[in-house]
């Protein structure tokens, strides 16, 4: 038995290098093991799915991509001239590269500052929160913890009539790859992350075809919001078919067949690279002996209660592992929390609280409920919304497409919703998430002071628009 730890964490990503960071700053003695390794088969890389080949290699091609596109098509209509603009796929993957790198070499500056122990290998719980780790050679340690923080976070799911080749028919990390802009893209699964990555290849000239299952765009976005942004991204040329049924692709002669079902029967298309991003789940495989106490579902979620405790003593579980929407931010708060209350405090997570962005062109964001949801819930809600046409700086930025929307209480006017679509938005989000973490009403912001000319000052329009104040638009008569 090697030694023992007041904490270990299995899984360095947002929920496990966080929870370790802050477990050591409140004084506990940390271990964080983490089983990814380099390219060179040795050093460990920290950092998780959502820096190495998600959330920021993403967000770099985006990034990248939206410039392009700007400058191949909205600089001429500002009076810049900027003729035979071409984008190099390899400098631009050499960049998103270098962030990466730049980012996980950083988590483990501060695991060093802070005390936090790295261990190399796949960690697997044992019973009484003992931590088996095995190494690349094979070779198995067993360590001892008071608590166990659980933080494996989640993998690609793969579909039976699209298995992943790793060149022609690929998961969102091989989407991250491509050594060239295929002429056809076929993506399969409208969600967050099908709409980011068509998006990249889409600005950067691929013919791009989303087919999703579902019959209603972004179902867990409030429907106004999903129909603006549905409309603009058709407008850039994203071709999204939905109510499509996959059925099958086969790579004949460098190219995949694809055929699906829709309203219209039997379809047919060729693809030069299909993704397929139909979601994630848990990634729980050979993480738990059958004797750890630790419950999972079928579908490998860990059970928890509220605080993110399993029904094991001293064995916590965060993250994507667990119920709850799979977002970064959320697995990091959700570490902070277990890291404090191990350490004896009381804290707690806000779950109405915690923004969700799609970072498409324009981006997509909001936090808390949407009208569909209400509606459903029998509550009484009003509405305030002003769009980025009559604001000042959207239209200098040449971005002013899209909305801000608020809804609120009909009787209390606490904001209940908070959603946007255009520029900025997951910057913007943030001024929703706040008002409600203070239980703010809509009238808190109306009386707010915004600078002009900014991108915000839609919001304090929107908060005016809920009791028909809007300044800059002209409101909707209220009903007698």
């Known amino acids: 038995m090697s030694d023992k730890y007041d904490v270990i964490v299995i899984g360095a990503g947002p929920g496990g290098y966080v929870a370790s960071i802050k477990a050591a700053q409140l004084g506990l003695k940390t271990a964080c093991v983490e089983s990814w390794t380099a390219e060179d088969g040795k ?19 985006l990034e990248i991509s939206h410039k392009f596109e700007e400058a191949s098509h909205d600089y001429e209509t500002q009076g810049i001239i900027a003729k035979d603009v071409r984008i190099d796929i390899a400098k631009m993957m050499e960049r998103k590269s270098g962030i990466v790198k730049q980012l996980t070499g950083g988590i483990a500056g ?67 790859e491509f050594t060239e802009v295929p002429k056809r893209l076929g993506v399969i699964g409208a969600g967050v992350i099908g709409l980011e990555l068509g998006s990249v290849w889409s600005r950067l000239g691929s013919e791009v075809t ?46 995949v067949n694809v055929t699906y079902e829709d309203a ?25 002996s059958e004797d750890s106490g630790v419950k999972m579902d079928e579908r490998g979620f ?61 981006e997509v964001a909001w936090v808390g409920k949407s009208e569909e949801e209400l509606k459903a819930e029998g509550e009484a809600y009003k509405v305030g919304t002003f769009p980025f046409a009559a604001n000042g700086r959207a239209m200098a930025a040449n971005a002013a497409s899209g909305l801000v929307k608020i809804i609120a209480d009909e009787k209390t006017d606490r904001i209940l919703g908070f959603h946007v679509v255009g520029p900025q938005a997951s910057e913007i989000v943030a001024q929703g998430v706040i008002a409600m973490e203070f239980g703010s009403s809509a009238e808190d912001l109306a009386l707010t002071c915004f600078a ?10 929107a908060a005016l628009a809920v009791d028909g104040g809007a300044i800059h638009i002209a409101n909707r008569r209220k009903k007698k």
């Open 210 to 255: 989303v087919i999703e299952a579902q019959d209603t765009f972004l179902p867990v976005v409030d429907q106004q919001v999903a129909k603006d942004a549905q409309k603009q991204f058709k407008k850039q040329g994203l071709d999204i078919v939905m109510g499509a049924r996959m059925t099958g692709a086969e790579v004949k002669r460098k190219l």
């Open 452 to 461: 002009h000319p900014t991108l915000s000052e839609s919001v304090h329009e």
């Open 302 to 362: 860990i059970f928890v209660d509220d605080n993110c405790k399993t029904e094991a003593p001293g064995v916590w579980a965060i993250g994507d592992v667990v119920r709850g929407p799979m977002l970064a931010h959320k697995a990091s708060e959700e570490g902070v929390m277990v890291a404090e209350r191990i350490a004896g405090h009381k804290p707690q997570v806000n779950y109405d609280c915690i923004p969700n962005v799609i970072y498409t062109a324009p």
């Open 264 to 288: 219209s029967g039997k379809q047919e298309k060729k693809f030069d690279k299909l993704i397929v991003a139909v979601g994630r789940r848990p990634y729980t495989d050979n993480l738990l």
């Open 110 to 176: 501060l695991f060093k500052a802070n005390g936090v122990t790295p261990i190399h290998g796949h960690g697997k719980l044992l019973a009484n929160r003992q931590v088996e780790v095995t190494d690349k050679d094979g070779k198995t340690t067993t360590y001892e913890a008071e608590n166990v923080i659980l933080a494996t976070g989640s993998k690609p799911i793969e579909i039976p009539p699209a298995p992943f080749d790793g060149d022609y028919i690929v998961d969102s990390e091989g989407a991250l």
């Open 43 to 61: 050093a460990q890389v920290l950092g998780g799915t959502c820096l190495n080949v998600g959330c920021i290699p993403s967000k770099a091609l």
